[in-house]
């Protein structure tokens, strides 16, 4: 038995050995289709008709979830890479996300407290922030001022805008209830809301000390973080709301009496 690699013969003494003719021998060559490559065609018609089925959202898949739909959901045994190129090879990509820019309001602080939110008594660091929830009617906001070593909301205010004025009466309210206490940090992020005239002027004007995380970084008020995380889990994904007022109202209660 020869060991010789059968690229190195000829076309015509191949086609004399077997009884073929040069130009069928060509003719096949090029119309042949290897099961490899009829396998990439079968995986890439189901791709295919997923990504243009209707009310799915298949068109978004990059090869990680579509090799995962196509083990898992149609029982094909394939490689991820496999699907990568088959993808690759057609132009189809999955959605990517936006990238998104902050643009920093001039009117800012410096940030004060570095992530240390552990204080030894009341009235030393106070935290703002905004949340917002859908209800049938529209979205509800709501800003709170939390202070630091109790974690209890001081002050709070409900609105159907997000404006400046929600995060001052949120302000207010805490001075209120906080009545006389000067020098605490009023720790917040960039929003505008909170870099506006009308609430730096009233920190100033409280005898409060502004503060401000780093741009786009969620850790440096991580505690308002953990606040807002706790409402969503126990009130906000608890139901559907129907209207603002009851989202409102049911707001009003966890913050109050939860």
Same mark, same amino acid.
């Given at each position: 038995?020869?060991?010789?690699?059968?690229?190195?013969?000829?076309?015509?003494?191949?086609?004399?050995?077997?009884g073929v003719s040069r130009s069928g021998y060509y003719t096949w060559a090029k119309h042949h289709v290897s099961a490899r490559k009829a396998r990439d065609e079968e995986i890439a018609a189901v791709i295919g008709r997923l990504r243009s089925e209707k009310g799915a959202f298949f068109h978004t898949y990059g090869s990680p979830r579509m090799h995962a739909e196509l083990r898992m959901g149609h029982g094909f045994r394939i490689g991820r890479k496999r699907v990568e190129r088959i993808m690759r090879e057609r132009g189809w990509a999955g959605a990517v996300k936006?990238?998104?820019?902050?643009?920093?309001?001039?009117?800012?602080?410096?940030?004060?407290v570095n992530r240390n939110f552990?204080?030894?008594?009341?009235?030393?660091?106070?935290?703002?922030d905004i949340t917002e929830h859908h209800t049938a009617e529209g979205k509800v906001y709501?800003?709170?001022?939390?202070?630091a070593y109790?974690?209890?909301?001081?002050?709070?205010?409900?609105?159907?805008?997000?404006?400046?004025?929600? !995060?001052? @009466?949120?302000?207010?309210? =805490?001075?209120?209830?906080? &009545?006389?206490?000067?020098?605490? %940090?009023?720790?917040? *992020?960039?929003?505008?809301?909170?870099?506006?005239w009308a609430f730096t002027s009233r920190v100033h004007e409280a005898g409060l000390i502004a503060s401000m995380?780093? !741009?786009? @970084?969620?850790?440096?008020? =991580?505690?308002?973080?953990? &606040?807002?995380?706790?409402?969503? %889990?126990?009130?906000? *994904?608890?139901?559907?709301?129907?209207?603002?007022?009851?989202?409102?109202?049911?707001?009003?209660?966890?913050?109050?009496?939860?």
């Open positions: 038995m020869t060991t010789e690699n059968p690229k190195r013969f000829k076309v015509a003494t191949v086609s004399r050995l077997l936006r990238k998104f820019r902050f643009r920093a309001n001039p009117a800012t602080s410096e940030d004060k552990h204080v030894p008594g009341p009235n030393r660091l106070w935290l703002g709501c800003a709170v001022v939390l202070d109790s974690r209890l909301a001081i002050g709070w205010s409900i609105g159907s805008r997000m404006t400046a004025d929600l !995060v001052v @009466d949120a302000l207010q309210m =805490a001075r209120w209830r906080r &009545f006389g206490v000067r020098g605490a %940090i009023m720790h917040s *992020d960039h929003g505008s809301q909170y870099t506006s995380g780093s !741009v786009g @970084d969620c850790y440096d008020n =991580a505690m308002m973080e953990s &606040f807002w995380s706790g409402m969503q %889990i126990e009130l906000l *994904d608890s139901q559907p709301w129907a209207t603002r007022r009851q989202l409102g109202t049911a707001m009003f209660s966890w913050i109050e009496a939860w």
